[in-house]
């Protein structure tokens, strides 16, 4: 995984935008309308996700790499 990807919860309303502008499929809204990581691994930490969601509820990290 090339980033650490937080989500806060209580800001996220479902709306799916960030699993819609991921261009890896990283992301998916559950049965309990939040979204959650389901395919950390892919995520290349172009950071849409973070940018596209209306109510900063998912932030992204990018890790640096191991010296
Ligand atoms: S940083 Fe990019 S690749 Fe990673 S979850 Fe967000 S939109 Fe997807
Ligand atoms: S864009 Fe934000 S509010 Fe919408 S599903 Fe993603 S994290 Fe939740």
């Known amino acids: 995984m090339k980033s650490d990807i937080t989500i806060k919860l209580e ?4 709306c799916g935008i960030c699993a819609a502008f991921c261009p890896k499929k990283v ?25 596209r969601c209306p109510d900063y509820a998912i ?8 010296k």
């Open 27 to 51: 992301l998916a809204v559950d049965e309990l309308g939040k979204i959650q990581v389901v395919n950390g691994e892919a995520c290349i930490a172009c950071g849409q996700c973070e940018l």
């Open 59 to 66: 932030f992204v990290d990018k890790k640096e790499a191991a």
């Open 11 to 14: 800001r996220c309303k479902g």
